[in-house]
């Protein structure tokens, strides 16, 4: 098992939105991490310019682990949305699959903690989207490896624009929870929760997201 003062990052999902803010960061502080990049993206931009990558389709299992080799934290980042359906991305294959094939590589290459992407309300999901990450924290719950789960708002920065109606009811105390996180802000927390490795076995959502927030300084 790896030791938790010599931490080695694996991001996947690297090349999405919260990925490359979470590689740049990282590169910025010199944090080390091996930045997961599928074949087809290895040689476009930013990827093309990290210093260590990853370059392996996750369904080859015994490749993907080799890959892991070392790690001792696993962030899976990656995940969907309805617009991409028409590329062949399903919430099945894009959110519950890679996690299923990264849970099962991180067994086999001895990783000690694993941290989801998920979303705020898939403790009581409502729909498809929500669904499926509710499937995909079970796996990581059930996967015999310690977690951190993280259920952020709705995002902001880059693409990313949420909608106006959330901004002014976050403005109201009892939801301010709710209000968008920043891309650089979730990138900040999911760095923070990785290399501390804590805290385990929580989901950080409304408040206590907000309470990571502030100790990463954003």
């Not at 290895?42 to 993907?64: C, H």
């Not at 009811?169 to 939801?175: G, M, Q, V």
């Not at 209000?179 to 805290?199: C, G, M």
Request: aromatic share 4%.
């Amino acid at each position: 098992m790896a030791s938790q003062d010599a931490r080695l990052l694996f991001v996947a999902g690297a090349t999405g939105a919260t990925g490359r803010n979470v590689v740049k960061q990282a590169l910025a502080r010199d944090v080390p991490l091996i930045a997961h990049v599928r074949p087809k993206s290895a040689e476009t931009e930013p990827a093309k310019g990290w210093p260590r990558k990853a370059v392996v389709e996750l369904a080859d299992g015994p490749g993907l682990a080799k890959q892991m080799q070392g790690c001792t934290t696993v962030l899976q980042l990656i995940g969907t949305m309805r617009k991409r359906f028409g590329t062949g991305d399903t919430y099945e294959t894009s959110d519950i699959g890679t996690t299923r094939q990264l849970v099962e590589a991180a067994k086999t290459a001895g990783v000690d903690h694993l941290v989801l992407l998920s979303s705020m309300g898939a403790g009581k999901p409502v729909g498809a989207y929500l669904k499926a990450k509710a499937e995909a924290e079970r796996l990581v719950r059930e996967s015999g490896i310690p977690w951190t789960i993280v259920r952020p708002p709705a995002f902001e920065g880059e693409y990313h624009r949420p909608p106006a109606l959330l901004g002014v009811l976050a403005k109201l105390r009892p939801l301010r929870g709710l209000r968008p996180i920043h891309l650089d802000q979730l990138a900040a927390v999911l760095l923070r929760v990785a290399e501390k490795r804590a805290p385990l076995g929580a989901v950080l959502e409304g408040d206590s997201l907000w309470e990571e927030v502030a100790a990463a300084g954003r």
